[in-house]
């Protein structure tokens, strides 16, 4: 004689998810902690930034700090017409124009040394802890020796000229400018993170394909232009990016490299002691779009890049 079991109540479906999310165990603690430490982070780093955004759209009467006093684009006019003696238009163009040369020698110089490091180069380690080793040092001391080697330039090429053209010599100043001491201390911060960045890319890069196009009768240039070039092309726009980018942000390297004429944030550094309206706000949220939009513009470029290529 077998015994029958009375049927399992049924249960609504909302019943059983309910019933399932009581089974299913919470977040364990680390996770609110790590993400209460991840929160703090973005705030830090992200909440200064905000808050001059929104400083920067503050009525004639707004001061440097909350709460604001209107909203208005009074400051961006001001900015424009002109701070003081200081021409901010002139810098900004400055800044832009080094820091398109910047791009142009970082990528072309990462791209050669990365195809050169490809093969086995007498001295390469050497020369490779060489240039690393700029990023270790600290970047007033780069600045202070680049500054103080064209002096000593300097006192060279007028002794030279004094010889051999007196006139000549009364007339010469220095040799420190934005395109010679200057690109050259940014260089200096821009083209080992190049480098890294072209070691990174040829060490997974396949040469397989290079030997199909030679086996397919392609020259070693037309194996470069049609097969390496066009697979390592988004990283070469990444490599433009950090260059002006680094380049447009770089104040250390360059307070004393510079000579007479400065960039965009050494002129933005000076105006932070004499400044004291939100004007310095304006021209620090026009500086910070400027790097958003080079951004932007560089991530639109991989995109269609890599769209192309499939």
């Known amino acids: 004689m077998t015994t029958r079991r009375p049927p399992a109540a049924a249960t609504s479906p909302r019943e059983g998810a309910a019933g399932r999310a009581r089974v299913q165990p919470g977040r364990p603690l680390s996770f609110w902690l790590l993400g209460s430490v991840f929160a703090a982070f973005v705030l830090f780093l992200y909440g200064p930034m905000l808050a001059i955004f929104v400083l920067s759209f503050q009525g004639p009467e707004g001061g440097l700090t909350f709460p604001m006093r209107g909203v208005s684009l009074h400051w961006f006019r001001t900015l424009w017409e002109g701070i003081g003696v200081i021409d901010i238009g002139a810098a900004f163009r400055r800044s832009l124009g080094l820091g398109a040369v910047v791009m142009v020698l970082t990528v072309g110089c990462s791209l050669l040394a990365g195809l050169a490091y490809r093969k086995k180069l007498l001295g390469g380690t050497a020369l490779f802890y060489v240039v690393v080793a700029s990023l270790i040092m600290p970047s007033i001391i780069v600045s202070l020796g680049i500054g103080l080697s064209f002096r000593l330039l300097d006192a060279g090429v007028r002794s030279l000229l004094e010889v051999w053209s007196p006139e000549a010599a009364e007339g010469f100043t220095t040799t420190l400018g934005m395109y010679s001491s200057g690109l050259g201390a940014q260089l200096t911060w821009t083209l080992p993170f190049g480098l890294l960045i072209m070691f990174a890319v040829f060490n997974r890069f396949n040469p397989a394909y290079e030997e199909a196009a030679r086996d397919l009768g392609a020259s070693p240039w037309q194996t470069f232009v049609h097969v390496v070039l066009p697979l390592i092309g988004p990283s070469l726009v990444g490599v433009g ?38 004007v310095i706000y304006a021209l620090g949220t026009v500086t910070t779009v400027v790097s958003f939009l080079v951004m932007g513009l560089t991530l639109s470029v991989v995109v269609l890049w890599q769209r192309r290529r499939a």
């Open 241 to 278: 990016m950090f260059g002006f980018t680094l380049s447009w942000d770089e104040i250390a390297r360059s307070s004393q490299a510079m000579g007479d004429l400065n960039t965009l944030p050494l002129e933005l550094q000076g105006l932070t002691t004499t400044v004291t309206t939100p």
